[in-house]
Structures are given as C-alpha cells and as structure tokens.
C-alpha cells in the first residue's frame, strides 16, 4: 500500500512542505509576540518605570521611601509591581491590560496634579484594597506567609493580632492598608465595620 502511494504521489512530502511553511511563521510569531509581552512587563515592572510619571514620583513614591519596604537591614526591596501585579501570567496579562486605563487617565488628567490626586486618592485606594481583599492578599503572600512566621521572634502584640487574624480568616490588607502608602484623607477604620 505504501509503495502504491509514493509511485501514484510524485511529490509524497509536498503536503508537508506547505504546512511547515504555514506552521514555522506561525510558530514564530507567536515566540515573537510572547517574547515582546514578557518584554514588555519586565520593562513596566520595574520601578523606575513606575515612577515615571509625575504624579507617582511626587506622591505614592515619597510616602513608599519612607517604609521598610523600600529601605531596611536586609536590603530587600519590594517595588511597585510586587505588590500590585500579580506574578501569574495570566493575571499579569489581565492586569496589564487594566493598567491601559490608567493610561487614558494618565492622559485627560485625572489625576496631574497633588490636588487632584489627593481628591481621588481615597477612591483608587478603595479599589487597590478591594482587589487585594479578592485575591486574598496573594501579593503580599508571596513575601510574607502566615506558615513561614516565627512567632516567637516577632512582637508579642503583633504575634497575638497576627495568630488572632489567622484564626479569623482575614487576609493581610484587611489590617496593612497604609503599611507602604499613607492612608488617604478622610479614611475611616471603623467605616469599613
């Protein structure tokens, strides 16, 4: 049966050919497109393209140097994207592209100035503190994990609060809200109760 197919097909790969000449350009586009998106976030997760614009340099990156997450004994530090990119691809992906309405902001104004930012400070914080609540903190979790604690080297306050927070489900932001940025004007604890 095989030698009937090549003596009646004069050209027994040719069908082959044609598809690895549709599959190849296929396949290296789609490396092409991959390697220009993983490009593209490793650029825009880096802080000093966070802080690019004025308003993130003048603002959330002031308060940020402040805090022990960007100056501390170990030398660790936690830039924008550890905590507001999620480090699965999928999500990043899906961050990403909410990141372009930002940019639509970025570009009528919303928020140019300290003033503007500040009048909506507390409404985009709202939105970060909601989206971490959904997520379970996970950004945070990738650095801090409940199971990695020793609680005998931390403050016994804090070990207390931690272990009680544990033990009643909450999730890191439902606590840290503020721990890397100043809590905007006109936040209330106990409106959130």
């Given at each position: 049966?095989?030698?009937?197919?090549?003596?009646?097909?004069p050209n027994p790969g040719g069908k082959r050919r044609?598809?690895?000449?549709?599959?190849?350009?296929?396949?290296?586009?789609?490396?092409l497109l991959l390697g220009g998106f993983n490009y593209?976030?490793?650029?825009?997760?880096?802080?000093?393209?966070?802080?690019?614009?004025?308003?993130?340099?003048?603002?959330?990156?002031?308060?940020?140097?402040?805090?022990?997450?960007?100056?501390?004994?170990?030398?660790?530090?936690?830039?924008?994207?550890?905590?507001?990119?999620?480090?699965?691809?999928?999500?990043?992906?899906?961050?990403?592209?909410?990141?372009?309405?930002?940019?639509?902001?970025?570009?009528?104004?919303?928020?140019?100035?300290?003033?503007?930012?500040?009048?909506?400070?507390?409404?985009?914080?709202k939105h970060v503190w909601k989206t971490m609540k959904?997520?379970?903190?996970?950004?945070?979790?990738?650095?801090?994990?409940?199971?990695?604690?020793?609680?005998?080297?931390?403050?016994?306050?804090?070990?207390?609060?931690?272990?009680?927070?544990?033990?009643?489900?909450?999730?890191?932001?439902?606590?840290?809200?503020?721990?890397?940025?100043?809590?905007?004007?006109?936040?209330?604890?106990?409106?959130?109760?």
């Amino acid at each position: 049966m095989l030698r009937r197919r090549f003596r009646s097909d004069p050209n027994p790969g040719g069908k082959r050919r044609w598809g690895i000449f549709v599959l190849l350009p296929g396949v290296l586009l789609g490396l092409l497109l991959l390697g220009g998106f993983n490009y593209a976030v490793s650029y825009t997760n880096k802080l000093e393209f966070c802080i690019s614009c004025h308003e993130m340099e003048e603002n959330v990156f002031q308060e940020y140097k402040k805090t022990l997450h960007y100056k501390n004994a170990s030398g660790v530090r936690a830039v924008c994207a550890d905590c507001h990119v999620p480090h699965d691809w999928i999500s990043t992906f899906t961050r990403k592209v909410k990141a372009s309405n930002e940019l639509f902001h970025k570009i009528m104004g919303s928020i140019d100035t300290p003033e503007k930012f500040r009048a909506k400070r507390l409404e985009l914080a709202k939105h970060v503190w909601k989206t971490m609540k959904e997520r379970d903190s996970r950004e945070c979790r990738n650095c801090h994990a409940f199971e990695a604690m020793d609680w005998d080297e931390q403050d016994k306050a804090a070990a207390r609060k931690m272990q009680r927070g544990l033990k009643a489900g909450k999730t890191c932001i439902d606590c840290h809200k503020g721990i890397a940025h100043e809590l905007p004007e006109g936040y209330r604890k106990d409106s959130e109760i």
